[in-house]
């Protein structure tokens, strides 16, 4: 017998009526459909990428999981609840970040924002003290408790976000954007702390981003929605291998010379003794074209270069039904 998922949407739409200028005077009526009968699951303890452009839907699927909006037709489910109808219930089981959005108390010191969500979330005293130690610890937040929260910088802030989004300890996190903005250590820390708490606590984790890094280094399977449809549902590593169509291997000769010519590949770098030969994988393996490179030149090392998550999205898209 399977368990029930811990997140699911069937058949879920949701449109607006918005208006138009048709004149001088007159307005024409319009509805957008910013989701158009969506349907997913996720189970506990998985962390999924939902990732698609601009009012592609993103962020209104997640604000009819969170129950800020109802949807058109279609099921929501978190946790087994309705959303919009058990919003309270489902506030305590879930955690939400928004990159662009605060919870914290933009006057007040980083620890009395803490405080105060204790007494909403109605955690006991001991367990709250226990759970803010740990991921003032695990977030390197302890220099910058006293601080008011204008007075950090961004990256300060959004670990802030993530302390006060998991004080009650839910076992769903929905995080939009939360490395938008951040600078290189700031998105890394950010990084490691979400991959630890899927890891050590199987928090289930739901990511919308435009940084595919963020959904590369801690998403196992990947959602694209365009124009409120979702036109990709699979794991991570195969949508590389059905859209990354092209590998490279760097190989480090012995001695530098000229691009090999190896059928099946192209050399499209090279640096002193290293070259890198891009090649499809329907005409080689990493291990036949290493033994092509071989038979004509003196190899001292070998590495493989997967296809840039960026460029296998761009291929979903360019190749997605209009």
């Known amino acids: ?4 998922p811990l997140i699911s949407l069937t058949d879920v739409a949701k449109s607006f009526t918005v208006y138009e200028r048709a004149g001088r005077v007159r307005r024409r009526r319009r509805t957008v459909h ?11 303890g998985s962390t999924v990428g939902y990732i698609g452009p601009n009012g592609a839907g993103k962020s209104t699927t997640i604000k009819m999981l969170i129950g800020i909006l109802v949807p058109t037709s279609g099921e929501v489910r978190v946790g087994g609840l309705d959303p919009s109808r058990d919003r309270v219930t489902v506030a305590r089981r879930i955690g939400v970040v928004f990159g662009q959005r605060s919870q914290l108390w933009w006057d007040l010191p980083l620890r009395d924002s803490f405080d105060l969500l204790r007494h909403i979330y109605r955690v006991p005293a001991a367990r709250h003290a226990a759970t803010l130690e740990e ?3 695990r977030l390197d937040l302890g220099a910058f408790l006293t601080t008011p929260v204008r007075q950090l910088s961004l990256g300060q802030r959004m670990r802030g976000e ?14 939009d954007e939360p490395t938008i903005g951040l600078d290189l250590v700031s998105k890394e820390v950010v990084r490691s702390f979400l991959a630890e708490l899927n890891r050590d ?18 998403c196992q399977r990947l959602l694209v929605i365009d124009r409120g449809r979702v036109i990709e549902d699979s794991t991570v590593d195969d949508v590389k291998a059905r859209y990354g169509t092209e590998r490279t291997l760097v190989v480090d000769l012995v001695e530098p010379r000229g691009p090999l010519e190896v059928p099946g590949a192209t050399v499209v770098r090279t640096d002193g003794p290293r070259q890198w030969l891009r090649f499809a994988r329907d005409a080689h393996t990493a291990a036949s074209l290493l033994a092509e490179v071989t038979a004509t030149a003196a190899v001292r090392d070998v590495t493989i270069e997967e296809p840039a998550i960026d460029d296998v999205v761009r291929r979903i898209y360019a190749t997605a039904p209009r």
Not at 1 to 4: F, I, V
């Open 1 to 4: 017998m399977t368990s029930s």
């Open 34 to 44: 910013a989701v158009d009968h969506v349907s997913f699951r996720v189970e506990a």
């Open 135 to 137: 991921l003032i610890e």
């Open 162 to 175: 993530l302390v006060a989004a998991l004080l009650h300890e839910p076992p769903i996190l929905f995080l």
């Open 201 to 218: 606590r199987g928090t289930t984790v739901l990511l919308t981003t435009h940084d595919l890094v963020d959904v590369e280094r801690l």
